[in-house]
């Protein structure tokens, strides 16, 4: 469909989802069949997350966002690269290096680095992985990585602007916002967008897990592992359980009282807000609440192992037990309907003590994310539960100082896996060093196209009007890469 | 029985979509046609392509004859234009558009209405300067207050409706305090004006509220969203920005000494180009200091500069003139009349500023303070640092004996060092150098000429040298005791470690220890990891308390005088890309600008904006006032008023309106007054059956609007509600708790949150300091703005972190103990204190039924609060009197919190 129409297309479902309040239930039903977004039972007015069907059968209804902020080295853990050995101390051509732009390297002194990993295949499928990520490695069959994707944002903000909200500006929505705006959300208790974090959040903030314009029914909730899961979820000292209960039962009669004389079905849904709070106050605690893992599930994903001595900067003492945690939770809040986890986690900006701190980082992220990965397959989960590994940049095959390297925007690896994905597949060629795409490369806008794909949106109608224009994930472009989904 | 009733909402819906036969007055090009020809045919018959020599963007082309011969359009006669032929056509080959839907018969109706009446290609409705209108007559002119109630009242009768009743005083007041001051009106200024029955009393009290201070906090706020105003830098490092809030207040006073909007706006886009600039005049240019600034390392400045202007010139775009100027960035915009070449033409006024920090005259009081935190915090980095230093010395000798041995080797050269300067002081400036090597010159931290003085010998020496070191000797004094003060024994170098002193007497010297300084010498051994760890952890938490010194100085902008940029066009917005060179100035479709000197400048721009011809910037800004009002504008996009904003819901108001505001000399409190003081304003918000179908989203009027007050204001009632609320006017940011797991999520800098002391702590929300990566959570949950961008309209959500952030954040917690203990120390009488509660929080009476409620909730919770008093004496927390069972006391708190929560206390209606 061209821009334009799907402009106006769009424009006339939004006044008749913004005015649904005024209109009777069957017909708005009837007017969203037309435009190929139903609510089947519920009125959106009331419920803005009420659960909607896809503009087609996808085959994902929830996803794990791995989100390894900072700038995985790709060379050392995704795209190996034998030729980038071998010219290991040389000089890029100048040609190549033209138009290109660094954060801290300086062009006339780069030379090329080559990789201390060692890389194998793995699988059936053969896919070569870096002994780093060895458990990771153990299911290429799942995933489908792509070893071309590339954006145009060498800053660590704007990038990570860029892979949340498809263009690198504030106030869009993310990932997360779409699809709970998009499909609603599953859940009865819990909120449809959570954000996980071990540690070290993104140097985005809040950003990467905004809704934009949209209204905060559709933002990221921040999940913590210390203290209330969910902010202010405990109730007050001294309330308990029956005594919050009856509160929220007198809110509700004196909230009652009041609709009948103003009569705005506002005030209802206010009272179900609270109702809905009541409800999260025990559902949050239970998801938490690990204890009915069997050992076997706690010690696969590594609950409560050691961490090593964090010389990497800013770790605290716990943290591979806090990823292996975040992870195990992540597949818990998918069986109980959560639509989409981000799990955040920054420090894998190696400018320098790359060697080391890669290591520590792939240490921590290996065994849990290869036990999630295999864990929601067991469970017969993985088929429609979309994992995804990502983050804003790779990093140059040039190397910066004597053990790091600096920011690459050009060409990085990311992997999708579960959720209709075709697994044990390679797609995208990066040239010699790893430096871009020789083949099929993959814009992180085509990246996202795909991820909505694969729930069954089609990205070019998954729209918004704001200030005049029709806004989406995609920005203005996005092609779903149709090799890596089943 | 299901099914009529769902054929006649259909009906209904069908009804109002298509709103019966297109009237001739009704059509507007640029409103009505404009919009048609760019969504569904300029794709391939516009600007861009003209397929079969058909195009609609210039009149000429669309009147004239195609490849076929045939006339898309012939002025006058529909019959006859191709055009509608095409796109009524039933035959899909010959159908136009060819792609995606008909047009609709509304569509095709305006297009036959509007070709009949010539096909005029005339301009958008508000890119005309307003005009003052004929106030319409009305039927029922005795619910009429003033002017306003006509343009409303006529539209409404027109459709057979009429005003609601006016609310109830009571309910008045409180709607009234809440949109003026964002306060809840005492209970006593309620009953007076109750029982005043004169006929200016309501006027008394709006003229009262205008003129309180607290206005300025709740219109300034208004105003902050637009200049996305905030405390940090935002982006990665999300630095301070030292004294953002001098700006703020700046705002406040503007909005409290009613300075006429003219002003405002001039001082804040071009106060430092006025003559002879005051310092509040500079502080206004702070509005583009508010933009997000990356402070990031390894950033392509050039790239970010263009970034902050992109943004300078789109919020002047949004904030003023309600256009999406910032479509142009990247292409001329698709619907507006304003061409990309426009745009930086434009972005040209903004390209010379800079940035100027300016010292804050006068201000002594900050001076000393910086200084004294400045430092403070030196004093504390240098034993920070030695006691890392110490710590790695230990590391690196791995045993206290070798440590020592290492510190006396160590003392022993300073020794000999202090000693050979003491021999060159003695020896005087001619012989001092004898026997100095390069190397040591360069330890001693001699200049490079003084080295080359010194290994010059005696007699070879320029007199020039011989002056410098004659002038350099004394300095070895200093010199020499430096030194001297590096030599420190074992003891003296453990003192900054806080050790006891048993065990400071065992490192520092062995032999006479004990079997316990032996064990706890062994203990302080293997704690030397973990101590490290702390004291780099310490280093690096004070490198965050560095970038939050209260530096004393002012954002402001300037115009550079010396390396004056030139203004490229930027090819797709690419700052790369540098096209054309353009100069500043104004997109065409708008009266010129006029210009005081060579070439046009901030000040020119400012003025044009604000020039009475200007058709837009009091239209947007009568619209702002009107939204805070009524929950929507008449113009609902607010951002918007190009072709692709909504309509206005009364056109000939907003006009009338707009031209009160700028013959009244841009006076805003009279412009609120008149609004308040209209019968429109005064209505009941209350639901009409006969409204459902007709106006559903209440664009009529002909009731008021029910809406939840803004992120800030439920807190501002909340401790209002509690007799909390601290009432100071401005000053620096405050810090309400938060939980240090909010308070942890910074990424490179945590973000440091010292919690205020009381009273400072119960201030209001707006003074809440405002992080942009991790803002507040008790205001975001409320939908206020991330200030990142310029925000014309806040959403209104509702959602169940809200719900949890009123029942259980001890902030809110606190608001509801301290409610508690106000209703349990009122006069006896659970029911009277019950009512004095809804007179406080609602300024109303509750109901019976209300009441049972209540008291039903106060017995329950009574009862288990006497079973479980360990449990009421937590929930009372500091709230205790003494005076008060704290069963009692507890059950006066949950049905404080109970109130507190409900819909009605955080909703204005």
Known sequence: ?486 | MIARGLIRNLLMVLAVLITGPVMAADVDFARDIQPIFAKRCFACHGPAKRESGVAFHLRTLAVGAAESGERAIVPGNPGASELLDRVTADDETERMPPKGKRLSVREVGLLRVWIRQGAPYAKHWSFVKPARPEIPDVKHSGSVQNEIDHFILARLESKGLRLSPFVDRAKLLRRLSLDLVGLLPRAADVESFRNDTSERAYENVVDRLLASDHFGERWGRHWLDLARYADTFGYERDDVRPNAWRYRDWVINSFNRNQPFDQFVIEQLAGDLLDRPSLEQRIATGLHRMNIKNNESGINREDYRNREMVDRVNTTGTALLGLTIGCGQCHSHKYDPISQKEYYQFYAFFNNVEEKDVDIPGTFDDRARYQHALTAYNVRKKRLESQKELLDEFHKHKSPARWRDSLAEINREWAMLSKRIETAIDKGPDGWTAGLTQVESVAWGLTKDVVAAVSTPEDKRANEQVRLLKKFHPSLKAKASEVFARIRSPAQRLEVLDLDESLKSALAASGSDTKEQQAAVGLFWVSLDSRLDDARQAIRQLSVQKRHLPKPYLMTLTEAVKNRRRTHFLIRGDFKKKGEEVVAGTPAVFRPLSVRGKVPDRLDLARWIVSRDNPLTARVAVNHFWSHLFGSGIVSSTDDFGTQGELPSHSKLLDWLAVELVESDWDRKQLIKTIVLSATYQQTARRREDLKVVDPENRLLARQSRFRVEAEIVRDLFLNAGDLLHPKIGGPTIHPAIPSAVSDIGYKYKTRWIVSSKPERYRRGLYIYFKRTNPYPSLTVFDSPESNLCLAKRNRSNTPLQALTTLNDPVFVECAQALGQVLARQPAGTESRIQFAARKCLSRTFQPEEVRALLTLYQAEKTWYGQHPDEAVKLIGDYKDKNVPPREAAAWVAVARTILNLDEFVTRE
């Open chain 1, 1 to 486: 469909m061209h821009p334009l129409s799907e402009y106006q297309h769009q424009t006339r479902r939004e006044f008749l989802t913004t005015s649904a309040s005024g209109l009777g239930g069957a017909a708005l039903t009837s007017m969203l069949h037309q435009e190929g977004l139903a609510a089947p039972v519920a009125n959106r007015s009331l419920n803005p997350l009420a659960a909607r069907e896809a503009h087609f059968a996808g085959k994902a209804k929830a996803c794990i966002f791995i989100f390894m902020a900072g700038g995985p080295s790709q060379v050392d853990l995704y795209d190996p690269k034998p030729v980038l050995n071998t010219r290991n101390g040389q000089k890029m051509p100048a040609s190549m290096l033209k138009d290109v732009e660094f954060a801290f390297v300086k062009k006339d002194k780069a030379v090329l680095k080559g990789s201390l990993e060692r890389f194998r295949k793995r699988g059936e499928c053969g896919v070569e992985y870096s002994d780093l990520i060895p458990q990771i490695g153990s299911c290429a069959d799942e995933i489908a990585l792509i070893r071309t994707v590339h954006g145009e944002q060498f800053n660590h903000h704007p990038g990570q602007l860029l892979l949340s909200c498809g263009k690198a500006e504030l106030g869009r929505p993310t990932i997360g916002s779409w699809l709970l705006y998009g499909l609603g959300s599953e859940s009865q208790n819990l909120p449809g967008y959570v954000v996980l974090t071990a540690g070290r959040g993104a140097s985005g903030g809040s950003s990467n897990w905004s809704s934009g314009f949209l209204p905060s029914t559709y933002q990221g909730v921040s999940f913590r592992d210390t203290g209330d899961p969910v902010l202010y979820l405990s109730n007050p000292p001294g309330v308990h359980r029956g005594n919050q209960r009856r509160t929220l039962d007198a809110i509700s009669r004196l909230n009652e009282l009041r609709s009948g004389k103003m009569r705005d079905p506002e005030i209802a849904s206010r009272t179900a807000q609270y109702e809905l709070a009541f409800r999260m106050q025990s559902a949050a605690p239970e998801l938490t609440d690990l204890s009915g893992e069997t050992q076997a599930t706690l010690d696969a994903y590594g609950i409560g192992r050691k961490t090593p001595h964090p010389t990497a900067d800013m770790q605290s003492g716990d943290t591979y037990h806090r990823y292996a945690a975040n992870c195990l939770l992540a597949r818990r809040m998918v069986e109980r309907g959560v639509r989409f986890i981000n799990i955040v986690h920054a420090s894998w900006d190696q400018h320098g003590n790359l060697k080391h701190d890669l290591a520590w980082n792939c240490g921590m992220a290996d065994q849990p994310i290869a036990a999630l990965i295999r864990d929601l397959k067991q469970r017969g989960m993985l088929d429609d539960t979309l994992v995804v590994w990502g983050s804003e940049f790779g990093r140059t095959p040039l190397g910066q100082g004597g053990d790091g390297r600096d920011h690459h925007p050009f060409a990085f690896s990311m992997w999708m896996a579960g959720g209709g994905v075709k697994g044990g597949t390679v797609h995208g060629q990066t040239d010699d060093v790893g430096w871009a795409p020789v083949h099929n490369p993959v814009h992180v806008n085509d990246f996202q196209a795909t991820l909505l794909h694969l729930f069954g949106l089609e990205h070019e109608r998954l729209s918004v009007n704001h200030r005049g224009l029709p806004v989406r994930l995609t920005n203005l472009d996005g092609n779903v890469i149709q090799d890596v989904i089943n």
